[in-house]
């Protein structure tokens, strides 16, 4: 593995805005990013990518992206029900260890967000219609997360169990992360490349100084949920470090199996190691209200997220150079 990649990275304004943010937090400065510049934020960066994902979705035919759709819709199934079952064999309560798992399972956009601009200052090519997979992973995740608590839960209490697919589904793509991604990507692809002419300097011009803002927001977000490890335990606080190079490792190695360029591969890695704190908190929060919500984004955001942008992301990118050459 190249430790100048992962030095680059820590290294980079991104992280370096990230830090920022943490050591204010922890130092209780009186810095703070409106909630809404922040939700505005976040919607840029979405509409961003899901822009230039839609676009490379109209080059290419159906062939090229079904097997890495499927790939996808594996990962967020396997990735829910093997993190159920072993949360569960820690002792974690079946609405916790559901209410987990399926954040687990979703995919994290600024994880997202933050891989594609790793790759694009590596110069790593990677499809253009990547972000495209994204609610197919996270969707399928929330929804499969949510039947398989309730399932459970009913079971253990001698009900009958009454599950409204439909709606679970509906409910996860109504999502602000899923919803403002899918609409761009459909933009993107009707109107192509000549269509977004006008509209894509915008975007591509200020992406990056958007993402380090951002950044600045997520590391006060991430320092100020880090007094509340103590409510996890160590078993939970081990899963949110080991499994995620896990899940990143087992979806490089199913994207390149499906045909993805190391870049490609790189992404589905990373998607699958991600841990939502956007998409999953309202869908897991409205299906199981039972779970504590404290114990999910705890783990997500204050320790699988720093984790990913500062070695998962170098590693996932070594992975994946490695397996197209096996």
């Known amino acids: 593995m190249d430790l100048s990649n992962i030095l680059a990275q820590i290294t980079s304004p991104q992280i370096l805005f990230f830090a920022v943010g943490m050591f204010a937090a922890l130092v209780r400065s009186d810095l703070k990013i409106p909630e809404a510049m922040s939700t505005a934020m976040m919607l840029f960066l979405l509409v961003a990518i899901g822009l230039k994902g839609g676009i490379g979705l109209s080059e290419v035919s159906l062939d090229e992206t079904l097997l890495p759709a499927l790939a996808a819709i594996a990962l967020g199934i396997g990735i829910v029900s093997v993190g159920f079952v072993v949360l569960r064999k820690l002792k974690v309560d079946r609405a916790n260890a559901g209410s987990i798992a399926g954040h687990y399972g979703a995919v994290s956009a600024v994880t997202m967000v933050v891989g594609f601009e790793y790759l694009d200052r590596l110069g790593v090519s990677y499809e253009s219609f990547i972000p495209a997979l994204y609610p197919f992973m996270d969707s399928t995740a929330l929804v499969t997360a949510i039947l398989i608590t309730r399932t459970a839960m009913a079971r253990e209490a001698h009900e009958g169990v009454k599950v409204d697919v439909l709606g679970i589904l509906k409910d996860s793509v109504r999502g602000r992360a899923v919803l403002v991604l899918v609409a761009a990507l459909a933009i993107g692809y009707v109107s192509g490349a000549d269509g977004t002419a006008h509209i894509m300097p915008f975007f591509g011009d200020m ?120």
Not at 238 to 252: D, E, F, I, N, T
Not at 294 to 300: E, F, H, M, Q, Y
């Open 207 to 326: 992406f990056r100084g958007i993402l380090c803002l951002f950044m600045l927001d997520m590391g006060l977000l991430a320092a100020g949920r880090l007094h509340e490890w103590k409510i996890m335990g160590a078993k939970i606080v081990g899963y949110a470090y080991l499994m995620p190079p896990l899940h990143g490792s087992v979806g490089v190695l199913l994207g390149t199996a499906a045909g993805l360029t190391p870049g490609g591969a790189t992404m589905l890695g990373i998607f699958a190691a991600s841990a939502s704190y956007v998409s999953a908190p309202a869908a897991i929060r409205a299906a199981i209200p039972e779970a504590n919500p404290s114990l999910s984004l705890t783990a997500s955001v204050a320790l699988t997220f720093p984790f990913n942008i500062i070695f998962g992301i170098p590693l996932y990118h070594w992975l994946a150079e490695l397996a197209a050459r096996l």
